[in-house]
């Protein structure tokens, strides 16, 4: 879904597969960014219970409270993200948490990004023609689901 998503943006915004092109050493940063920018989820995400009264910026959370943390939200975060909007692959320090944080960090999220790279190396390199072989409003998307990304990514080249 991850790299559905990656491609999906880089074939509706050429000038950021051109930018990969022609710059492969900003790669691994621009994975990361694009894992900050794009959200895999549909929804906030499973609700948590707080074991603690807690205070955060002023808003008080009592133990047992039910919250949802977000990291679509904190991944935009302006206090963390200047210009949260915008694709920058030379943002740095860019502490996302695409793939959580603590005792919640995906297991899978280091293999994940490797598969990213992986593939961000191969398509861009290997195929310099690629574009979607339908206008990106036809592209499917899933709906309803947990996960989010295309159902199908028409390509050619």
């Not at 621009?30 to 205070?55: C, F, K, T, W």
């Not at 939200?73 to 692959?89: G, K, L, S, W």
């Not at 995906?106 to 790279?117: I, K, Q, T, V």
Request: with cysteine; proline share 11%; hydrophobic share 40%.
């Amino acid at each position: 879904n991850n790299s559905g998503q990656m491609f999906y943006l880089l074939l509706t915004r050429p000038a950021l597969a051109d930018r990969l092109r022609s710059d492969p050493r900003i790669r691994p940063q621009a994975i990361d960014e694009l894992l900050r920018y794009i959200p895999h989820r549909n929804m906030v995400g499973l609700s948590r219970i707080a074991r603690e009264d807690v205070e955060i910026r002023g808003v008080l959370i009592r133990a047992g409270d039910p919250i949802y943390v977000s990291y679509l939200a904190a991944n935009r975060d302006p206090e963390v993200f200047p210009d949260p909007e915008h694709i920058d692959f030379g943002r740095s320090p860019n502490p996302h948490v695409a793939f959580g944080f603590g005792p919640h960090y995906c297991p899978g999220g280091m293999l994940a990004r490797l598969e990213a790279e992986l593939l961000v190396d191969a398509l861009v390199d290997r195929l310099p023609g690629l574009r979607l072989a339908v206008p990106p409003s036809q592209v499917p998307f899933r709906k309803g689901a947990l996960i989010r990304g295309p159902e199908a990514l028409p390509v050619t080249w």
